[in-house]
């Protein structure tokens, strides 16, 4: 499988509204796709990751961080110790390169709820740990994401 297969979910969006006003070091986030067919907002830690107005973030929804599209073994996409971690490094001479390398902000979470939208439009709505994301556009671009968790990456 390769990595594309693994991508749900891929498009370029623009950043139309932040709104920082309920807490400290999150933002909700609101734009729109280029092609201005998908619109979302998204929750985002903006001390980590922070962001502007009209700034353009790709983002990615995949199944798997493996790059060669195999499924997570159910640990998290880091959930080894330290020594294990070091172990493998020497073994191996460097870490197994993930989908997460190439991307600045990477989040694991649970798609909780489908809705109809307005004509051939769907809603999906997706929990990262209470940050969350919310898609509204067409269902044939959204109808891959009919699963239970994905991984949300993003990147300048």
Request: aromatic residues 10%.
């Amino acid at each position: 499988m390769a990595t594309s297969d693994t991508n749900l979910f891929e498009d370029t969006f623009q950043i139309a509204l932040i709104n920082s006003a309920k807490y400290d070091r999150v933002s909700r986030i609101s734009g729109h796709n280029l092609a201005n067919d998908t619109e979302f907002s998204l929750d985002v830690n903006t001390e980590l990751y922070p962001l502007m107005v009209n700034e353009t973030v790709q983002l990615v929804l995949a199944s798997t961080l493996a790059l060669d599209g195999s499924k997570d073994d159910g640990k998290g996409w880091r959930d080894i110790s330290a020594a294990q971690q070091q172990q493998q490094q020497r073994s191996a001479g460097a870490a197994d390169a993930t989908l997460a390398d190439m991307f600045d902000y990477v989040c694991h979470g649970k798609i909780y709820r489908f809705e109809e939208g307005d004509g051939e439009n769907i809603r999906v709505y997706i929990s990262f740990g209470g940050l969350l994301l919310y898609m509204n556009g067409p269902y044939k671009k959204l109808t891959t994401l009919r699963m239970d968790y994905v991984y949300l990456l993003l990147k300048r």
